[in-house]
């Protein structure tokens, strides 16, 4: 195993398939660093929107004015954090400044779901009760997950943290082509962890053991995975198929995402 920096750029590489790093979750006194600085943020595009928002609607009936209101809290409070954090991968400007980023239970990057989820659940802990719930959730989580967290299957981690990555799982050539036009995507972040868990600690187990859980596993990776795998393949292929084409697809999708964001930012060369 080689020793790599996971942070911009290097965490590209930890997708759903590594999922066995458990990477050490950020501080209490970080994340509260953190959310104080998003939250002054938010209350300032919050006060920025509404005064602006009313001195255009003046002219409208107290309605429209309460309907212009509340769109601006919705904006500061739910579209703008779910938005740069969706854009970032799990960094708000809060976690800029400390350093920290938000990834799943898997360590991968979260996406537009996982951003959601912890957004909408933000609006009421964070923003309507003043973060008192989401410190009391954080001290009470082994992993300093807040209620958001704990819907979205996430929690916030350094954002440079030196770990020992594991070998990627190989594919095997024989499952190649079925893996490659598989679908996948509902396959649980839980689920792929606790497979790519197994199948490096296979070897040490008992032959019994390791038939029962491999047989359990793909038992389950089978309910989230369409078409079935071809018969006569060991549980373990199957698996390690899975996860491969899995890593496969979210290095794919990261390095789309990367060269968009670079076109987007690209400075007009005819200016």
Same mark, same amino acid.
């Given at each position: 195993m080689s020793s790599a920096t996971v942070g911009v750029g290097d965490d590209d590489f930890v997708t759903?398939?590594?999922?066995?790093?458990?990477?050490?979750?950020?501080?209490?006194?970080?994340?509260?660093?953190?959310?104080?600085?998003?939250?002054?943020?938010?209350?300032?595009?919050?006060?920025?929107?509404?005064?602006?928002?009313?001195? #255009?609607?003046?002219?409208?009936? @107290? /309605?429209?004015?309460?309907?212009?209101?509340?769109?601006?809290?919705? !904006?500061?409070?739910?579209?703008?954090?779910? +938005?740069? &954090? +969706?854009?970032?991968?799990?960094?708000?400007?809060?976690?800029? /400044?400390a350093g920290l980023r938000t990834v799943r239970d898997d360590a991968g990057p979260i996406t537009f779901r996982h951003a959601f989820a912890r957004g909408l659940l933000g609006v009421v802990?964070?923003?309507?009760?003043?973060?008192?719930?989401?410190?009391? /959730?954080?001290?009470?989580?082994?992993k300093g997950k807040r209620l958001g967290d704990m819907l979205a299957g996430t929690y916030v981690v350094r954002d440079r943290v030196t770990a020992?990555?594991?070998?990627? !799982?190989?594919?095997p050539p024989q499952l190649a082509g079925w893996a490659m036009n598989a679908d996948i995507t509902q396959l649980p972040d839980d689920l792929a962890m606790a497979v790519r868990t197994f199948l490096p600690a296979a070897p040490t187990m008992t032959p019994r053991s390791r038939d &029962?859980?491999?047989?359990?596993? #793909?038992? &389950?990776?089978?309910?989230? !995975?369409?078409?079935?795998?071809?018969?006569?393949?060991?549980? &373990?292929?199957?698996?390690?198929?899975?996860?491969?084409?899995?890593?496969?697809? @979210? +290095?794919?999708?990261?390095a789309r995402d990367t060269a968009l964001r670079q076109r987007l930012t690209a400075p007009d060369r005819m200016s």
């Open positions: 759903g398939e590594a999922v066995a790093l458990d990477l050490p979750p950020a501080s209490i006194g970080s994340r509260i660093l953190s959310g104080f600085l998003d939250y002054l943020i938010v209350w300032v595009m919050t006060f920025t929107l509404v005064s602006a928002g009313t001195a #255009l609607s003046q002219q409208l009936d @107290d /309605a429209l004015i309460a309907a212009t209101v509340l769109v601006c809290f919705l !904006v500061a409070w739910l579209v703008y954090p779910v +938005t740069i &954090e +969706t854009l970032t991968r799990g960094r708000s400007l809060g976690k800029m /400044a802990e964070v923003y309507l009760f003043w973060g008192i719930p989401a410190v009391i /959730a954080s001290i009470l989580s082994s020992q990555l594991p070998p990627p !799982v190989p594919m &029962e859980m491999g047989r359990k596993l #793909l038992a &389950e990776m089978t309910l989230y !995975v369409s078409p079935p795998p071809p018969p006569g393949n060991h549980p &373990e292929y199957v698996l390690a198929a899975i996860l491969a084409d899995r890593r496969r697809r @979210d +290095t794919v999708r990261l």
